[in-house]
């Protein structure tokens, strides 16, 4: 079992609303691995859409991915490159 972290900065213009947090979301449903995501005090599972929409996520926000089990580097790395491509939402 591995466990992994990782701070990002959202770069997106609506930060994690409806889409964004729905790909998000998609994203983490395909790994076994328990995913979380923190904002601030507040915590959620990746894998619920309300628990990430509740976070209040906007541009310029850091959060923090912290995922652990058996595939939670690659479940990692899948969401890193997907918020650093903006959610594919932008130019």
Same mark, same amino acid.
């Given at each position: 079992?591995?466990? /992994?972290? +990782?701070?990002? /900065?959202?770069?997106?213009? $609506?930060?994690?609303?409806?889409?964004?947090?729905?790909?998000? /979301?998609? +994203?983490?449903?395909?790994?076994?691995?328990?995913?979380?995501?923190?904002?601030?005090?507040? +915590?959620?599972?990746?894998?619920?859409?309300? @628990? $990430?929409?509740?976070?209040?996520? $906007?541009?310029?926000?850091?959060? +923090?991915?912290?995922?652990? @089990?058996?595939?939670?580097?690659?479940?990692?790395?899948?969401? /890193?490159?997907?918020?650093?491509?903006?959610?594919?939402?932008?130019?």
């Amino acid at each position: 079992m591995s466990v /992994v972290e +990782t701070h990002l /900065v959202i770069t997106n213009r $609506v930060g994690l609303h409806a889409r964004p947090a729905g790909r998000l /979301v998609q +994203t983490a449903a395909q790994f076994r691995s328990q995913i979380r995501l923190q904002h601030g005090e507040k +915590t959620a599972n990746a894998k619920s859409i309300l @628990g $990430v929409l509740k976070l209040g996520v $906007v541009l310029g926000d850091t959060i +923090t991915l912290h995922a652990d @089990g058996e595939d939670a580097e690659k479940a990692l790395q899948a969401l /890193v490159e997907l918020i650093q491509r903006k959610f594919d939402e932008e130019e």
